[in-house]
C-alpha cells in the first residue's frame, strides 16, 4: 500500500481534497468493463482493504476515494453486471 502513503504525503502540501474532487477521483477507474463477477467482487474487496489500510493510517481522502470505489462497484457495476 505504498501508493496510500505516497498519496498522503502528497495531500499533506495542500489543502485538504473537496467532497466533489475525490468524487470525480473515485470514478478514475481502470478496470475491465467487460470483466467477470468474481473480477469485480475481487477489485471491490480489493478497494475496501485498500480504504481500510487508509483509514488506519490517518489518510482519510485516500480512504474516502477506496470506500467510494468499492461501492460503486457493489451498488451500481454488479446489478447491471447481473442482469447481462
Known amino acids: ?3 496510500s502513503s505516497s498519496s498522503h ?3 499533506s502540501n495542500r489543502r485538504p481534497a473537496m467532497i466533489s474532487e ?3 477521483e473515485a ?3 481502470n478496470w475491465d468493463e ?3 463477477l468474481k473480477y469485480f467482487l ?3 474487496d480489493r478497494s475496501r482493504k485498500a480504504g481500510k489500510t487508509a483509514v488506519e493510517n490517518n489518510d482519510l481522502e485516500t480512504a474516502f476515494v477506496m470506500f467510494a470505489r468499492a461501492a460503486t462497484i457493489v451498488l451500481e457495476k454488479l446489478p447491471t453486471h447481473l442482469i447481462l
Request: glycine fraction near 6%; hydrophobic fraction near 40%; charge should be positive.
Open 1 to 3: 500500500m505504498a501508493s
Open 9 to 11: 504525503s502528497r495531500r
Open 22 to 24: 475525490l468524487a470525480i
Open 27 to 29: 470514478q478514475n477507474h
Open 34 to 36: 467487460n470483466g467477470s
Open 42 to 44: 475481487r477489485i471491490a
